[in-house]
């Protein structure tokens, strides 16, 4: 089994690890169907449409 031969520097672990926080945030798209922000490749949660069928009941706003 391989074994490193010194110890990796606080600098060095630390700017790997940096870039581990830097994840972005996805935009939302629009819903085709009713135009309300949603996330890509899930199910509008406003009508519950997603790729142009039903795919969830949704109740209507009182």
Request: contains cysteine; hydrophobic residues 30%.
């Amino acid at each position: 089994m391989a074994v490193p031969k010194r110890k990796h520097s606080k600098a060095r672990v630390n700017s790997r690890r940096a870039n581990w926080l830097r994840i972005q945030a996805n935009e939302a798209s629009i819903c085709p169907n009713c135009r309300e922000p949603k996330l890509p490749h899930r199910v509008c949660l406003n009508c519950g449409m997603y790729k142009g069928r039903q795919v969830i009941e949704v109740e209507e706003a009182k």
